[in-house]
């Protein structure tokens, strides 16, 4: 391989590994926690990512409750509540592919819609948040490598 050709081939890698890290950033997601937002399509507009970072803010007499089920999303029921918070600024790293249910307990504000369902997925597809992760993941990163390549390959064709 000639000095020219390695030299090439070394920018491709590096251009693939940066895309890679571009994509793979975690991200931060705020949330404005209050009884009049409209959290009904929240996960719709906001892609939620393995990694990524969602800040519930709010002021009192508002809490954060993490709800096991979508059972007990649908139902307001705060029996079986796997966190709660009432401390105005609540984060959330999620470590892995599902959804995700949270309701605020004040009072009668869950029932009038102060809750939300996060779908996190892995962040190669949103279209598939409940398939394969690991079968996804690897095609996620596939096509990342391949994005990365195809703009290496821009670049070195701009040389
Ligand atoms: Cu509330």
Redesign the pocket.
Known sequence: MSALAMAKALVVALVAIAAVAELAAAKNHTIQ???SGNYGDWSASNAVSVGDTVVFT?GP???VDELPSEADYKACSFDGKLSSDDGGRTAFTFDKVGTRYFA????S?CTQG?KVAITVTDGASSATPKGNSAATGAAGLAAKLALGLGVGGALLAAF
């Not at 605020?104 to 009072?107: D, F, N, S």
């Open positions: 926690w209050s009884v709010y007499p508002h809490t605020c307990a004040a009072g504000h102060q």
